[in-house]
């Protein structure tokens, strides 16, 4: 079974800068994918970035980048100037490619926190 | 474009009681999910489905059933509620080829 590990309850930024959040997975899977989650106060669950792991190059969206590394299995998200409508929860989700179970397994999440 | 849709988004159950949270979505995604969340946990799948007529067991099916008759329409039932299933339920929807996920925007329940 896939497990998603996201070893930061919590975390805090100055706005305008820039926080890496960490994720970890443990999969035998070779083809898969790889999502970020935030969730402001509101409940709702926005999708930020998405990552194919067949792909080397890391996937951007605008100020949200990840870094992908297959063979770590290590996917962290780096948000660059920092606002403070990013406080949230995020979280950090996997799935396997089609074919397999397609079932998105969250971590925990993360509680991030932009400060003015 | 309505996206995925929850009713109700708030409700109190009494110990014994049940009722269905309705879930429906109109983006044609042959893959719909239910998940609760705790009080600063992540999502718990509960049964999902990948097509009308096949829904499969989550991580924490116990005390829910489902039915997916349409490929629009995606009900949980809860049989029997107890304080335990207090959380904040979410239903999603995806195609089937890691596109992501887009969610309802949540029931919160709570069972006294």
């Known amino acids: 079974a896939q497990t998603v590990t996201q070893s930061q309850p919590e975390m805090s930024v100055q706005e305008a800068e820039t926080v890496t959040l960490s994720c970890t997975y443990d999969t035998s899977e070779n083809n898969y994918y790889l999502f970020w989650y935030k969730q402001p106060p509101s409940r709702q669950m926005i999708l930020v970035i998405r990552q194919e792991a067949y792909k080397q190059q890391n996937a951007t969206e605008n100020r949200f980048s990840v870094n992908f590394q297959k063979a770590a299995k290590s996917f962290s998200l780096k948000i660059s100037d920092s606002q403070l409508g990013d406080t949230a929860m995020y979280f950090c989700?996997?799935?396997?490619?089609?074919?397999?179970?397609?079932?998105?397994?969250f971590g925990k999440g993360t509680k991030l926190t932009v400060n003015p | 474009n309505a996206g995925v849709t929850q009713t109700p988004k708030f409700r109190i159950l009494k110990i014994g009681q049940s009722m269905t949270l309705q879930c429906a979505q109109d983006?044609?995604?042959?893959?719909m999910y239910w998940y609760r969340q705790d009080p600063g946990m992540g999502l718990k799948l509960i049964y999902y489905s990948v097509g009308a007529g096949i829904t499969d067991k989550g991580e924490v099916p116990n005390g829910y059933n489902v039915s997916r008759s349409t490929t629009e329409d995606f009900p949980l039932r809860l049989e029997l509620a107890a304080p335990s299933q207090t959380s904040v339920y979410f239903c999603a929807s995806s195609y089937p080829e890691g596109e992501g996920a887009f969610f309802g925007q949540g029931t919160r329940l709570t069972v006294v």
């Open positions: 989700a996997f799935m396997k490619r089609r074919g397999g179970s397609e079932k998105l397994v």
């Open positions: 983006m044609n995604h042959n893959y």
